[in-house]
């Protein structure tokens, strides 16, 4: 096929020999099948930040960690040096996020290089060498639906363990080749910590998953994953080895709200105090 402009430079520069055809086109990038020597593999080439289109992309960019204060200012102001550094943030957390969750003994594509808004990496396959199939595009039976349901919800775990969240989890960003599931797509991934959002985007993550395999495993969808592994993260008790059962115990215990206002009230009180002995002085 007709080499594509943005995959052009990293041919002239010899590390793709050949592009062999597009694979998707996403919200986010376009993937190509490209061979590289003797292998095969994927390059993803990011879209500009005006070309994508990934709803309240703000949301997820929120807490991330920039490189020095130079670059955050600049990336405040909006000038054309702080929109390039704020596109490479974007697409070197997709990397970084790949290289700790495959230490984190979570599956995911291998990545190779980074380079100009492309990103080659592994291509996952099939037992037959081909592309491998979306789990959307799979069928399950019940017992295979919760085995690899308990599988992602542990790499949900690994994943939070390692302070992240994926952020945009559903059957569409996961692959099924001959070993199980293999997460993919990553460019949006959250810090657990840092971000205001972090837990309803764990929520929905896991509430995608679980709603997917519970149409193969109906006793699934009245699980509480979400809510129980947040709650564990939250106390401080989460660990990659953390026995799961999908139960959840909401808290009955309504809130003392006049103790709190109370408190609200003492504080002011003793600022203002503060205040007018300053005044005094």
Not at 19 to 41: H, M, P, Q, T, Y
Not at 81 to 101: C, I, K, S, Y
């Amino acid at each position: 096929m007709k080499i594509p402009k943005r995959l052009q430079p990293l041919v002239d520069d010899g590390l793709i020999d050949d592009v062999i055809r597009r694979l998707k086109s996403g919200k986010e990038a376009d993937v190509f099948i490209v061979r590289c020597g003797n292998d095969i593999r994927c390059a993803k080439v990011y879209k500009e930040a005006d070309k994508r289109n990934f709803k309240q992309a703000v949301h997820y960019q929120e807490g991330r960690k920039v490189r020095n204060s130079r670059d955050a200012r600049a990336m405040s102001k909006g000038s054309r040096f702080g929109r390039q550094q704020q596109e490479e943030a974007w697409q070197n957390t997709e990397v970084d996020a790949l290289h700790l969750l495959a230490k984190a003994g979570v599956r995911v594509p291998q990545p190779d290089i980074c380079l100009d808004g492309v990103l080659l990496m592994e291509l996952i396959t099939d037992e037959e060498g081909l592309v491998a199939p979306r789990l959307s595009d799979i069928t399950l039976e019940p017992a295979q639906a919760l085995a690899d349901h308990a599988l992602m919800m542990n790499y949900a775990v690994r994943m939070l363990c390692a302070g992240l969240v994926h952020g945009d989890l559903s059957e569409f960003n996961v692959l099924m080749d001959k070993n199980g599931p293999v997460i993919i797509d990553l460019p949006q991934v959250v810090d657990a910590a840092a971000n205001n959002h972090a837990k309803s985007m764990f929520e929905r993550d896991i509430n995608n998953m679980t709603h997917y395999y519970g149409q193969f495993a109906p006793q699934l969808l009245g699980s509480k994953y979400a809510k129980e592994i947040w709650a564990l993260y939250q106390e401080g008790k989460l660990t990659p080895e953390s026995t799961l059962t999908g139960h959840y115990q909401e808290s009955s215990k309504s809130a003392d709200v006049g103790s709190v206002l109370d408190e609200i009230q003492a504080a002011s009180d003793a600022y203002q105090r503060q205040q007018m002995a300053r005044n005094e002085e």
